[in-house]
């Protein structure tokens, strides 16, 4: 079951995502960033290094989606996103 799945099946708002998912977070922006911009508000991600992605790849991606980063410790990174799309809707920016 996908995130947009989940958050369409039980009928989600605006949700709070914890995602360690040891690496499979770039797989996560890659194919769900339109679900993290349109529902997510808060967002806690630990992110591993995998060949040539890297945290620097995955803040980059998030700050297109909107995602401002409002705090880190060590490999955590934690992310606000104020201008959120309304859920099952669509945004004015671009994923």
Do not use: K, W
Not at 21 to 36: F, K, M, S, T
Not at 53 to 62: F, H, Q
């Amino acid at each position: 079951m996908s995130l947009v799945d989940l958050c369409e099946t039980y009928a989600l708002g605006r949700i709070a995502l914890v995602a360690d998912v040891e690496g499979a977070e770039y797989d996560l922006l890659d194919h769900e960033g339109a679900v993290l911009r349109d529902y997510v508000d808060l967002l806690v991600v630990e992110f591993h290094a995998m060949g040539e992605r890297t945290a620097a790849t995955g803040v980059a991606r998030l700050a297109v989606l909107g995602f401002e980063l409002v705090d880190r410790d060590s490999d955590v990174y934690v992310f606000e996103n104020p201008l959120g799309g309304t859920p099952g809707g669509t945004s004015s920016r671009q994923g």
